[in-house]
């Protein structure tokens, strides 16, 4: 998973993105390499854990069920910042943590966005 979104400025505003065209939307401007002002996060990848034979995040007891809603996203320039992570505690209970550079909109949305393709694995 790969999230997009916009940068901050030097007095703590995010930049102001208002596509007039389709080759202005974030997810443009990112395929284009245009990426000057914008964060690209990314999903951490699970590490694999011999004891259980299977891949594991480690959500420090804030996730306490499997499920591949589970998630977490890291910034580019430290894979040890989790800027958010996700995942199950209970059947339809989810836990959702969040850090700078996200709000709490964005980190919303992009819970809300990992159920839809996500619906049929269950």
């Not at 940068?7 to 505003?13: F, I, K, S, T, V």
């Not at 959500?59 to 989790?82: C, L, M, W």
């Not at 959702?96 to 550079?101: E, G, K, N, Q, V």
Request: hydrophobic letters at 40%.
């Amino acid at each position: 998973m790969t999230v997009v979104i916009p940068g901050m400025l030097e007095d703590d505003r995010r930049v102001s993105i208002r596509p007039k065209h389709e080759a202005e939307t974030l997810l443009a401007r990112h395929a284009a390499g245009l990426t000057e002002r914008l964060v690209a996060l990314s999903n951490k990848s699970p590490s694999w854990n011999e004891q259980t034979q299977s891949y594991v995040l480690n959500f420090h007891g804030r996730v306490t069920q499997a499920s591949v809603k589970n998630f977490q996203i890291i910034h580019p320039d430290n894979e040890d910042y989790i800027v958010m992570q996700f995942g199950r505690v209970a059947e339809d209970v989810f836990s959702m943590d969040y850090s700078f550079p996200l709000c709490a909109l964005q980190a919303f949305a992009i819970a809300l966005s990992s159920f839809d393709g996500k619906l049929a694995c269950e």
